[in-house]
């Protein structure tokens, strides 16, 4: 994606928070991404956002689950992330260090990963939301993500007992 592109979703997404924040939808950005806000949750932002980007091919709203692999045979919140999607069309998207894929999808099982759990924007190259309007290639990068994995990772390493 071209940076012109870049910048006027940046630009849309941080007019949009100026907006809710003015209104007092949202005490911040983190709020919407929370699904706290008055107003609405990073769906509702993501799609009002994308309303301020007029006639850009390829920019679109997002849900996690577009990036998962769902199971037939058990239909249940948090299936596995669709690698083979992601590296044909996403190659950047990885687990962040330390974890890898097995380690995404326990977490995907284990936070119930599912429609809805987070919504952005991508212009096919990079994912934007509310907490980074600028984007970054690797949505396990946004704030949402970061917050889940940092709890997860706690959560899983207090229960496992010490590391060596």
Known sequence: MSDTIQAQVT???????AEWLARGLAKDAAEINRGEAR?????????????GIDG?????????AMFMRPDPDELFEGNPFDRKLL????PRVQPPEDLD????NRLSR???FNTGTHVWITDGARHYDAECPEGT?????????QR?????????????GPRP
């Open 56 to 64: 850009l091919e390829g920019v679109q709203v997002v849900d996690v």
């Open 137 to 145: 290639e690797n949505f396990f990068a946004l704030p949402f993500f």
């Open 87 to 90: 590296k044909a069309h996403w």
């Open 110 to 112: 284990d936070a119930g």
């Open 101 to 104: 894929w097995k380690d995404m």
């Open 11 to 17: 630009s849309a997404i941080q007019g949009t928070l």
């Open 39 to 51: 107003g609405g949750c990073c769906d509702d932002f993501a799609n009002v956002a994308l309303q």
């Open 148 to 160: 889940v994995i940092a709890s997860w990772v706690e959560e899983r390493d207090m229960g496992a």
